[in-house]
């Protein structure tokens, strides 16, 4: 970090040194014109003349230089493209490309090692599973208003949802309307029982809501399995009577 900082101090050193030395060359040069001359002085003095157009010349011409070596050097970096460009085998030495692909698969194969591939965190979904990311008491809370918009729209004396509502009691309605049976069990983390299954979701919902132990992935699941199973019902119900549903 120092050494290029460290680079232009030196140049800029050099340039002050050469610039003294050129300044003090001309007036001592100009000196000896005057010293030099007839009359001792700079009237008519043709020497100090061309010796202060040779300097002049010299500061312009080398100031032109500078100024066109820097307005190239920014039009050639202006032509450079900001944005990634791959680099193919014609563009570097072979050796060098092989060096480039080789530590890009290195740092490839570090980053795939370093990610968590068993983490896991009470109450949160696993890593690399759909559910990742999601914190179990937080969809089971958010999915109660999901429901109870559902079955709303079917009876609309349901009483208002509270957080503080039981829902054996909020969704005594709703179990009216539940089937006694099932023809098949598609569900396989809950009962096949539709009144188990309500029972099952109303119990992960109290638990979300007052429990301090985080709820497990057998929990989370049998929950979800049994709002996707009432909205399921619902929706059915909803089918069948457009009107209260357009409503």
Partial sequence: MMLPHLTRVLYLLLVIVLSLLLLLSC???LSQAVRSSPNRNW???FNALV?????????AISLA????????????LSRIPTSRMAIAKADVPQV????????FL????????SHP?????????RPGTKFEGVRYRLAILDSVAEIDKAARSIIPSMPPLTPYTSLDKHFRHVKSLLPATEPSATLRRVSATPLSRVDVYASAVHKA?????ELDENEFLGAMEAREWLLGVLKVYQNVLPGRNSS
């Avoid at 230089?65 to 050639?76: D, Q, T």
């Avoid at 060098?96 to 530590?103: D, G, L, M, S």
């Avoid at 591939?117 to 979904?125: I, L, S």
């Fill in 27 to 29: 007036v001592l040069l």
């Fill in 43 to 45: 009237t008519r003095n």
């Fill in 51 to 59: 010796i202060g157009a040779s300097y002049a010349f010299v500061f």
């Fill in 65 to 76: 230089f500078c100024l066109k070596r820097r307005l190239s050097v920014r039009r050639r």
């Fill in 96 to 103: 060098v490309h092989h060096a480039i692909e080789e530590e």
């Fill in 106 to 113: 290195r740092s490839c194969a570090i980053t795939h090692s």
């Fill in 117 to 125: 591939k068993v983490a896991y965190r009470e109450g949160w979904g």
């Fill in 209 to 213: 809501r007052y429990s301090s132990r």
